[in-house]
Each structure stands twice: as structure tokens, then as C-alpha cells.
């Protein structure tokens, strides 16, 4: 079974700070992760994806993860936090196409100016 | 332009009662999914449909009824309501394997 571990329930960072949130995941086969981003009341956004390939992958709004296989990790990163960024982040591992995605429990973001 | 809806985005109602939540895409996706997060905001899968073809039925309550009238649709009935269904309810769609959200429906069960 597939699962998914974000240690950190709750990062305070300052702004134009640096950013890591930490995601590991526990799969059989390859893994699809995903980072999503839920700002308050609002539905989820996809932030970025690996699915093979370059183990560094960038998505939108300047974030970046890096898949390490032996780590069974797939950090979230960001070089300059901005205050637009509190939210709450989940991590995700899908099997495939059209197969179900499960979430960690997520982490929240919380920048002070 | 938006790109996966759902309707109502709040529902407050009673115990017992029996409501629906509806979703519709516009990407032309096959696949289209719901998720409930709970209080504590952990996503958990429901249902998914592949061209109206239910695939996978987590361990939910038989009160609990998806529907799917085209590919385009797929619609959530609770019925007989209970607190433990107070949630945020999430519709997802999908081509390959990214799944795009909706702005999901909080359901309050008083």
C-alpha cells in the first residue's frame, strides 16, 4: 500500500527566507508525486510533479522539489518565501493513470513579515 | 473559465436528511474522483469513475452514492446524513495522471 509522511505539521518561516518542507513517501513500484497547495477556503493547486526522468523538477510560483529515490523522499523548495505563500502544502503518491492519489497530512506554511 | 466545479459550496443541514453535491469538468477529462477531508485536513479517496464506470470504491458507507450521467458529471448523494459527514467534499478530475481540483463543498451536518 502506498502512503505518504510530511513530518512537519507546522513550519513558521520569515519572509525572503528560504523554504524546505519535507515529504516521504512509501511506494512498491515507481511513484507519481505531487506537491499541492490549499490556500484557506480554497480547493487545491497543483505546484508540481515527477514522474521520471530529471530528479529536479520546477513548477509554478518559484517552487522546486527533488525526487531521491534512496531517500524515498521528494522535498518542496522554495530560494525567497513571499508572505502570499501561507497555505497549507500536501504531498501526494499516485500509482498511475486514473488511480487514486494519497495525501500526507499535510504541513502549514506561516510567514511572518 | 473555470475548469472543475462544484455545487453548493457550503451545505448546512440536519441529521438524517439526505442531500447531493454536484461536479462538473470542462477539460475533457475520462476520469473524475471525490475526496473528503476531514477536520483535521487529510484528504482521503472516495469514488472515481472512468468514463462513467465507477473504478475504485474506497471504504465508504453505503450511504454514500456516486453517479455519473456523462463523463463530464459526476455527482456525490448522501443519504441519512450524520455528524461524522461534517467535511470538505472534493471532486478531481484527471487525463493521465494529474488530477485537477475543484474548490470543493464543506458540508456542515448539524
Redesign the interface.
Known amino acids: 500500500a502506498q502512503s505518504v509522511t510530511q513530518p512537519d505539521i507546522h513550519i513558521t518561516v520569515s519572509e525572503g527566507a528560504s523554504l524546505e518542507l519535507r515529504c516521504n513517501y512509501s511506494y512498491g513500484a515507481t511513484p ?1 508525486l ?1 506537491w ?1 497547495v ?1 490556500s484557506p477556503g ?5 505546484l508540481l ?1 515527477y ?1 521520471s526522468g530529471d530528479t529536479l523538477v520546477q513548477g509554478i510560483k518559484g517552487f522546486e522539489a527533488e525526487f531521491k529515490r534512496s531517500q524515498s523522499s521528494f522535498n518542496l523548495r522554495k530560494p525567497s518565501v513571499h508572505w502570499s505563500d501561507a497555505a ?1 502544502y ?1 504531498c501526494a503518491v ?1 500509482a ?8 500526507g ?2 504541513t502549514r506554511l506561516q510567514v511572518t513579515l | 473559465d473555470t475548469a ?1 466545479s462544484q455545487t453548493p459550496k457550503y451545505l448546512v443541514t440536519q441529521m438524517g436528511n439526505d442531500k447531493s453535491i454536484k461536479c462538473e469538468q470542462n477539460l475533457g477529462h ?2 473524475m ?1 471525490w ?1 473528503k477531508q476531514d477536520s ?6 472516495m469514488f ?1 469513475y ?1 468514463n462513467k464506470e465507477l ?2 470504491n ?1 471504504t465508504v458507507p453505503n450511504r454514500f452514492s456516486p453517479k455519473s450521467p456523462d463523463k463530464a458529471h459526476l455527482n456525490l448523494h448522501i443519504n441519512s446524513l450524520e455528524l461524522g459527514d461534517s467535511a470538505v467534499y ?1 471532486c478531481a478530475s ?1 487525463l ?9 463543498t464543506r458540508l456542515t451536518v448539524t
Open positions: 507519481y505531487f499541492y490549499q480554497q480547493g487545491l493547486q497543483l510533479k514522474f497549507e500536501f499516485g498511475g493513470t486514473a488511480s487514486k492519489l494519497t495525501f497530512t499535510g | 472543475v475520462d476520469t474522483y475526496y483535521k485536513k487529510f484528504l482521503k479517496i472515481s472512468n473504478i475504485i474506497e472534493f484527471s493521465d495522471r494529474e488530477q485537477y481540483f475543484g474548490p470543493g
